[in-house]
């Protein structure tokens, strides 16, 4: 893990607020010139600090207003079932994050849809199907009291 001083921490959360800040005003923003800045940058970019970039959507407004964190339960853990699980997870876009996780359950899945009758058709078409699954649980959101992606970047102090 590459080292992150005040300065790398400072561009993390700024590119955070905004990916499409030019490197001229980050630096600006910074007090630096913009080589250093946007060496800094490329460094953060090449090391896997900065994975990309994107826009982020309103799924409400994109016809999405069913938001379901799924609680599943699988009877198969080989390597075959395993694989054919990740890679349906992977390619089904309702499914925003899969998660292995401890306890009574093996993973947990935030799912969106369009509405009740989406969810139900994407619970009985897919998770349903999805190799060696013997417990959905599902634990709708009322409401969404926060979402972000991002995340806090710690320096030395």
């Known amino acids: 893990m590459p080292e992150i001083d005040a300065a790398s921490a400072r561009i993390l ?26 060496r800094r940058l490329k460094r953060l970019e090449e090391s896997g600090v900065i994975e990309g970039y994107q826009a982020n959507l309103n799924r409400r407004k994109l016809g999405l207003g069913v938001m379901a964190f799924v609680q599943l339960r699988c009877s198969e853990h080989d390597q075959t079932a395993t694989a054919e699980f990740q890679r349906l997870v992977e390619t089904t876009p309702n499914i925003l994050a899969c998660h292995n ?10 799912v969106v849809a369009r509405d009740l009758d989406d969810y139900s058709g994407f619970v009985d078409g897919t998770l349903r199907r999805l190799p060696g699954v013997t417990s959905i649980r599902s634990n709708l959101s009322l409401k969404e009291m926060k979402a972000s992606s991002k995340l806090p970047v710690l320096s030395p102090s």
């Open 13 to 38: 959360t700024l590119l955070q607020e905004d990916g499409r800040m030019t490197n001229a005003r980050l630096a600006d923003t910074l007090g630096m010139s913009e080589t250093p800045c946007w």
């Open 101 to 110: 996780t401890t306890g009574a359950d093996d993973f947990l899945l935030i």
